[in-house]
């Protein structure tokens, strides 16, 4: 079993930023992947940025160059750094990560944007 434990969200004015942090805990050795999915009221969960089973990073275009996901390793720790936020970022952030092949999500974390 993984667990994820996200923090760092909140509200925030249309053009602010916010840091979101996951720490992985348990068996968290082997993890394949790991990064963040968000879901708004009435949506499904999108992808919003993740670090793959290769190391490399992927983004949803709609936050690309202004999210950047990163990682401490030695902490089992990654982030999110979200800039120049828009209201349409209004969601519950959730962190996930694979390990064999099994999907683990964090409770889930709200940011609120208001213009």
């Known amino acids: 079993q993984v667990q994820l434990v996200e ?11 916010l840091r979101l942090s996951c720490t992985a805990s348990g068996s968290s050795s082997s993890i394949d ?7 708004a009221p009435g949506k499904q969960r999108e992808l919003v940025a993740r670090f793959t089973t290769g190391g490399s990073t992927n983004y949803a275009d709609s936050v690309k160059g202004r999210f950047t996901i990163s ?16 209201p349409e ?3 519950v952030y959730y962190c996930y990560a694979v390990r064999y092949g099994l999907p683990y999500w964090g409770q889930g974390t709200q940011v609120t944007v208001s213009s």
């Open 7 to 17: 923090s760092g969200g909140g509200l925030v004015q249309a053009g602010g930023s």
């Open 71 to 86: 990682r401490d390793s030695a902490k089992n720790t990654v982030y999110l750094q979200m800039n120049s936020l828009k």
């Open 89 to 91: 970022d209004t969601s």
């Open 33 to 39: 992947a790991m990064g963040w999915y968000r879901q």
